[in-house]
């Protein structure tokens, strides 16, 4: 161990990374009362989610390539000032125009710091042991802190308001800013000081992002099978396909090509961009269905979410890691996801109108948490195998961006295909269960990518099996 303070570094990036994941779940269980509060019609109220998911997506690759081009503490700071900032004046929002902004405000911070979190975590773990250990404590925490999200933030809401949900951040940003003394300053590599910054890049794929994700949100308004819909879809992938060509074109692009195709990671990538599009719906179609079909309170749906909760945290920290250093990356990958779909397919035929919570909730979430808690830590080892140390910043803001992608896309999908539902005469419970459903053919098309692409012989962190 080179780092004098190895133990604190690791806590404060783990704190931040923890922070990170945890605002995107923490307003899923207020929604009601949020919606309550400001006026939110109920399409324009999954933007308090998805402002902060698709800024991250937007921006985590230009958070990256900052941190490496800048210097990782330097960019690191000033995101989590921001990051803090935002949650202060977030938490006085008056209408839901400004707590959208201030969300968005948010995800922008997070793209910021969350990369060079991930970049300062290699710098001060160099031996590969005890950075696959760190590795390990660094998804267990990214896992926990989106499930804490939805336990804290059901407790938080129906003792002190929905508004905490988003002060909670302001001492821990806070905290974490005035021990920052102690973490390396992450020089940036010459190769990357003396590039520029891919700024076109960065507004095509958060334009994409944004519109993609718009595109589904807007459906509550125009129908799913309308032209609009489809016509927003196509703009999206035609600002996709852009920001491809300008990265094949720029001398130094946000996301170097030859990175990308390589197997490992883009197959990496694409498996989390899958996966994740379940995951954003499935915990908030389940924490609706707890709290609009079963009657349960803010604070009763963050407890019923515990299991999975537990099950996701103690997967990713010690059976996923377990697993990998016996069998390789590719294998967990592909049972992981396998336990996942189960999980959703159990979830999504289990829920009606008179069921219990032990029956139609505890099961599938149960087994779902399981699966995606092993093959998290798999497909992000997979996702940074073979890196060079100078695009670090780049790889942890390529698998984030896919994450946060992935789950604002899904969870677009769900509540359009849940008010679809409705709008046709179907139940609230009918939607909620077609909207799984759903994620699960996403998951089960991820797990065929990840056969299909991912190659057999696995690295863990660079280092042979």
Known sequence: MTHPHWRLCLILLCTTQFVALLDFSITMIPLPQIQQSLGFTPGGLQWVINAYGVAIAGFLLLGGRAADMFGR??????????????????????????????????????AMFSPAAFSLLLAVFLDPQQRNRALGAWTAVAA???VAGLILGGIITDMLGWRWVLWINVPVGVLVIVLSGVLPIGKPDVQNASGRLDILGAVLVASGAATLVFAFANSEHVGLASPATFGLVLLALGLLAAFVRVESRVESPLMPLPVFWRRSTGGANLVSLLANTALGPTFVVVALYMQEVLGFTATQTGLGL?????AFTLSSAWGGPVLIARMGTKPVILGGMTLF???????????????????????????????????????TAAGIDGVDAANH??????????????????????????????????????????????SACMVLIGLVCAAAILPRQSTLLGVAR
């Open 144 to 146: 926990s802190g989106f």
């Open 306 to 310: 515990l299991p999975m909760a537990t």
């Open 73 to 110: 503490r330097r960019v690191f700071l000033l995101g989590l000032s921001l990051f803090t900032v935002a949650s202060l004046v977030g938490g006085f929002s008056q209408n839901p125009a400004m707590l959208i902004a201030t969300r968005a405000m948010q995800g922008l911070g997070a």
């Open 341 to 379: 779909i189960g999980g959703l397919a159990l979830l999504g035929t289990s829920l009606s109108a008179d069921a219990s919570w032990s029956t139609s909730i505890l099961p599938g979430t149960l087994i779902a948490g399981i699966g995606y808690g092993i093959a998290f830590p798999a497909w």
């Open 393 to 438: 910043g780049l790889a942890g803001g390529m698998l984030t961006t896919t994450q946060e992608v992935g789950s604002a896309v899904g969870l677009a999908v769900g509540v359009a295909i849940s008010i679809a539902v409705l709008a046709s005469g179907g139940s609230a419970t009918q939607g909620f269960s077609y909207a799984i459903l759903i």
